[in-house]
């Protein structure tokens, strides 16, 4: 009898140690470690020298595992990551929302001159040193635009990443523009892309009738796979919040293809100089070729390839099964040193 309630003591207190370690780790990562007024992880943070600031929003606290979404477009927003927010934090990793310059939620500058790749590289290393990410901990993942902007930081700034995560987009937008052709195009019915055909003839981008469309030949089948009408609210938040100056400039007046300033970027000999773990994420009906993709990732030094047959450009929305595991076993494997 003696013996049986020393027994129940001692697993009564190890319950109890368990369930405190649990709401430590629990308190710990809820733990935004703010001081003064408190501002749910909101930061405005100076960049360009000081001229300007940018949103960013910090959920969480991993002093191991900390990600930075670098957003699509270019100059559409944070919102359509607020997937992120349902499996993440279950996960124990910490991440950051950004809107980059000329986006929603930072400064919206009129000077065309800072739409160039090479001054969003220094302003994602001006964000990376405010918010002190570091190669312990700092995982960048791009989506789209995002994974332009996340390729070209690792060339310059690879020594600062510890991971990085390519989502839904290809090495070369010449590349990015032949599969629209060639692949995506021959999807259309044939009177569909002669209407649209005509219009970009025009150049009449304004007119209605484009997106009326694209939206349910196009992107409601590669961009993001729900009806117009289930498209989620965070999808439907960032399309009503994109810069279109901005993302007409860089991008072109649709996902359709390209024909902005981005029309030329190629990066593809460039590939095997990023050395640090790298995942690249394709989508089986994506605007972006994922076999390009699933090549990236032989290409870097230390690459691995996630397809997501479910999903589109959006994959985070429209294939959530495949998506978050898939990324989350990466950063999980980059930071136990198993990758």
């Known amino acids: 009898m003696k013996n049986l309630i020393i027994s129940a003591t001692i697993l009564l207190l190890l319950s109890c140690q368990a369930k405190n370690d649990l709401k430590d780790e629990k308190t710990s990562y809820l733990d935004l470690r703010e001081t003064g007024v408190k501002s749910a992880g909101i930061k405005m943070i100076p960049v360009h020298n000081g001229a300007y600031k940018v949103w960013t929003k910090r959920i969480g606290n991993n002093p191991r595992m900390k990600v930075l979404l670098l957003h699509g477009g270019p100059a559409a927003t944070h919102e359509y990551f607020e997937s992120f927010e349902s499996f993440f934090p279950q996960e124990g990793i910490e991440f950051y929302y950004y809107d980059q310059l000329g986006s929603y939620y ?180 994506d605007t972006m070729d994922p076999k390009h993709m699933e090549w990236m990732s032989t290409q870097v030094k230390k690459g691995h390839f996630l397809l997501c047959p479910e999903g589109s450009h959006m994959s985070m929305w429209d294939d959530q099964q495949h998506f978050f595991p898939g990324v989350v076993k990466f950063i999980k494997a980059v930071d136990n040193n198993s990758f």
């Not at 892309?193 to 992107?219: C, G, T, V």
């Open 106 to 285: 930072s400064d919206q500058p009129t000077d065309s001159s800072l739409w160039t790749t090479a001054r969003f590289v220094e302003e994602v290393e001006e964000v990376r040193k405010a918010l002190q990410l570091d190669n312990s901990n700092f995982y960048l993942l791009g989506n789209s635009w995002g994974g332009i902007l996340a390729m070209e930081y690792a060339l310059k700034y690879q020594q600062n990443l510890k991971g990085l995560i390519i989502c839904n987009m290809m090495a070369s937008c010449p590349d990015y523009g032949k599969y629209a052709d060639e692949v995506l195009a021959k999807q259309f019915e044939p009177s569909v892309l002669q209407e649209i055909r005509a219009i970009e003839a025009k150049k009449d981008f304004s007119n209605p009738r484009y997106m009326e469309l694209l939206m349910p030949n196009f992107y409601e089948k590669h961009l993001c796979r729900f009806p117009a009408s289930e498209m989620p609210d965070p999808v439907n938040r960032t399309f009503k919040h994109l810069n279109p100056t901005i993302y007409t400039l860089m991008q072109g007046p649709s996902e359709f293809g390209i024909s902005g300033r981005l029309e030329k970027w190629d990066i593809k000999a460039r590939l095997p100089e990023i050395t640090v773990p790298t995942l690249t994420v394709g989508a089986t009906h």
